[in-house]
């Protein structure tokens, strides 16, 4: 008898600790989503203000804001976000200017340190913003120059799209046109909602 009622004793005792701990994780997650959603909303106070119109669709990465960088690095193509790539792939960009993907883009000392140091400062590993902060994870290339389209977070993302879409769309080329596809990429926008491929049209997941 003494056996069967601590049995139960020890049953009870069970239960209530489960469920303790049950709730309080269930607590714990809910805190957690209070928090994101707070944390939305001050970005969205933040960086959607000064773009007006885009205000409910917020930036998954900030728009560039150097002249600098705006002129030398988007001249040959779309000038990628610094939230695009963590700094240690930028850094290997900026180091091998005179070896850029088949090209020659070297820069003057003086606008090469100010393109570094901006690059560095808002690169993915530093910034708040959630798309950004996937995007920290860097490029899987081994030897060669990182890409933004060889991270593991990009390659993720468009893995649905057919090849006939891109490299046989004479509108795109290639994945590095971000702005082809992406209609307000130049805000920093990435949204897949916001996506129209040329001859193809709006993307319906
Ligand atoms: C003279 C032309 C030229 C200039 C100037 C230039 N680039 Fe590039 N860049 C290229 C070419 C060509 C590629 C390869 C594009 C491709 O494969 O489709 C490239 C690719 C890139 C990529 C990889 C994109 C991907 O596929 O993920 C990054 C990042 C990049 N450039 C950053 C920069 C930065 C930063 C600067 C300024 C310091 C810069 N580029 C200036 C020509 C240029
Ligand atoms: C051929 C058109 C095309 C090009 C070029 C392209 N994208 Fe995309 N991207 C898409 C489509 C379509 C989706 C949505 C995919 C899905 O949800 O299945 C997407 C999704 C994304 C997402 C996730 C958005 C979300 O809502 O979760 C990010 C971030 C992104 N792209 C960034 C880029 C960047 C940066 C570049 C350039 C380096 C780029 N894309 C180039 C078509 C493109």
């Known amino acids: ?23 309080s994780s269930e607590w714990g997650e809910r805190d957690d989503d209070e928090r994101y ?17 885009w205000l409910e669709s917020g930036a998954d990465v900030r728009a560039v804001g150097n002249e600098t960088y705006q002129g030398e690095c988007g001249g040959c193509h779309f000038a990628y976000q610094p ?21 020659d883009a070297s820069l003057d000392e003086t606008e090469a340190y100010e393109i570094r140091v901006y690059l560095l400062e ?23 120059l990182p890409r ?6 990009f390659r993720r993302e468009h893995t649905e799209i057919p090849a006939r879409f891109v490299r046989g769309n004479a509108d795109v080329g290639s994945f590095s046109n971000c702005q082809a596809c992406h209609l307000n990429a130049d805000a920093g926008i990435f949204n897949e909602h916001q ?10 997941d």
């Open 195 to 204: 996506v129209v491929i040329p001859g193809v049209g709006r993307w319906d």
């Open 122 to 144: 808002n690169a993915a590993d530093q910034a708040s913003l959630s798309r950004a902060r996937a995007f920290s994870a860097g490029s899987v290339t081994g030897a060669g």
């Open 148 to 153: 933004i389209t060889n991270t593991a977070y």
């Open 83 to 103: 939230g695009l790539l963590p700094g240690e792939d930028w850094e290997r960009i900026m180091t091998s200017l005179d070896e850029h993907y088949g090209d």
């Open 1 to 23: 008898m003494k056996k069967t009622i601590s049995i139960i004793a020890l049953g009870i005792v069970a239960t209530v600790f489960i469920s303790a701990v049950l709730s």
């Open 37 to 53: 959603e707070k944390y939305h909303e001050s970005e969205d106070h933040e960086y959607g203000s000064s773009r007006g119109g």
